[in-house]
């Protein structure tokens, strides 16, 4: 491993090693980074390009991934994977973002939360392991589908889907509004209402479907930035499978989200934004030292005002990779380093205790991205808004960040609910009374008004129990 980061031969044009927590690293992890820093820089940066221009999904970028084993990284040893950590993962969708392809790394997220949805529950499941093999060997790229056409980034609440037991297996219904990958992933972790569903939106069910099960329209999507992802709708149109691509046991889709399927999804999508910020200040860093000013002769980083936006921008991006990273690390300890044999009792949920950090460490990065974007932008001045600069494409794939869900508004309010009021008012299924909002609104009414509400609530309670 070489203490001076490389590019293409020559020293990195960008940050050094010294403003990265190397000490975080293992030694195999320090060289798998190097590794993938060389990649970035001979395959992943140039394909980013052709991505972009033409909303390609970047296949080729996981067929030079698989080289390294990248696609397993999650996976345990004894199953051909790397065997790796959160930290690790943290660290590999970091590097792809900054050095490579963010479209790439926001593809590479989603397959690995379909990793761990999967070995989650690989347990006994005959359809998990041959698939958790052969990853890397056949380019298997998963991804999630969580979404809904009707709820939005209420991604818990799959109103429109729904799954029912048929001879020999489950027959599948899925419409989802975003599927990163949508069409061109080989295997999808879906979610959907559990069969014989009663009207409780907490009892969920994950499926494994696989590539040809899948209708989609990739050529709909055209987005603002992140544009190789192909994050466009899905349709699994009551799909028959057998019964062993229910993933885990029925009901265990609200389980899966929180100890698997969020944490990761808010860790690596955190990591992918703080991975853009870098590289953005990357390419600022290059560009104000190189660009010089003939009628002063100085260059544009003598100015102290550049230095300032530089300066607070590697401060605030190192804050917010380092709170991911220690989310990380909290994942690693309570985990035995994403030991997947720990799931054996389905009960054991370490990670979901702990969903309140991950919340804020993406609600921080993709908050962060967003203003580092911006003053990396004003920071090259003119040439910053010409795309060859390459400062364009990632201040489009930073917006992605807020919007994503959960979105930023939604995970505010959840932090903000949860400190102030505890977790019973988070209320993700719509299940609690509020009597305090309910007993105000009562008490505006006129007694004809109570009246007219008192009679129609019980002729709507006569009706149920007629039913």
């Not at 808004?385 to 364009?392: H, Q, S, V």
């Amino acid at each position: 491993m070489s203490e001076t980061k490389t590019w293409g031969g020559a020293p990195f044009w960008g940050l050094g090693y010294n403003f990265d927590p190397q000490w975080l690293l293992t030694d195999e992890q320090r060289a798998l980074q190097e590794k993938l820093i060389a990649l970035c820089e001979s395959t992943l940066r140039a394909n980013a390009v052709e991505s972009d221009r033409n909303l390609i999904f970047p296949r080729k970028n996981f067929e030079a991934l698989a080289k390294l084993n990248l696609l397993g990284l999650l996976v345990p040893k004894e199953w051909g994977g790397l065997g790796q950590n959160h930290v690790c993962a943290a660290m590999v969708v970091e590097t792809i973002a900054r050095y490579g392809c963010a479209s790439t790394a926001m593809c590479y997220t989603m397959h690995s939360g379909a990793v761990a949805a999967a070995m989650l529950r690989a347990k006994g499941n005959p359809a998990i392991e041959p698939i958790m093999r052969k990853l890397d060997s056949d380019v298997l790229v998963g991804t999630l589908s969580y979404s809904d056409p009707e709820t939005g980034s209420h991604f818990w609440y799959p109103v429109s889907s729904g799954a029912q037991a048929v001879e020999g297996g489950w027959k599948v219904l899925k419409k989802a509004s975003w599927t990163t990958s949508g069409g061109f992933a080989d295997w999808y972790i879906v979610q959907t209402t559990s069969p014989n569903f009663a009207g409780n939106y907490s009892d969920l069910s994950c499926w494994l479907i696989l590539k040809d099960e899948v209708t989609c329209d990739p050529s709909q999507w055209d987005a603002l930035g992140l544009r190789g992802n192909q994050s466009g709708a899905i349709l699994v149109d009551n799909v028959v499978i057998p019964k062993e691509r229910l993933v885990g046991p029925a009901g265990d889709g609200a389980s899966s989200n929180d100890e698997a399927v969020d944490p990761f999804f808010l860790l690596l999508s955190s990591s992918c934004w703080n991975g853009i910020a870098l590289g953005l200040i990357d390419i600022a860093k290059r560009h104000t030292t190189a660009k010089r000013h003939a009628d002063v002769g100085m260059r544009v980083a003598d100015y102290p005002t550049i230095q300032d936006y530089v300066g607070e921008a590697i401060m605030d991006t190192n804050a917010s990779r380092m709170f991911a990273f220690s989310c990380g690390q909290l994942m690693d300890q309570v985990t035995n380093n994403c030991d997947w044999s720990i799931h054996d009792d389905v009960a054991n949920l370490p990670r979901a205790a702990h969903l309140h950090w991950y919340w804020q460490i993406k609600f921080n990065a993709a908050k962060n991205v967003a203003h580092v974007a911006d003053k990396m932008l004003h920071a090259c001045g003119g040439t910053g808004y010409k795309k060859e600069l390459g400062i364009e494409r990632y201040l489009r794939d930073a917006k992605a960040g807020w919007v994503m869900g959960p979105t930023n508004e939604v995970l505010r309010q959840f932090v903000g609910k949860l400190s102030l009021l505890g977790p019973e008012s988070l209320d993700y299924w719509n299940q609690s009374v509020n009597e305090r909002v309910l007993n105000n609104e009562i008490k505006k009414m006129d007694k004809d008004a109570k009246r007219r509400l008192a009679e129609q609530l019980l002729a709507e309670s006569r009706a149920e129990a007629a039913e």
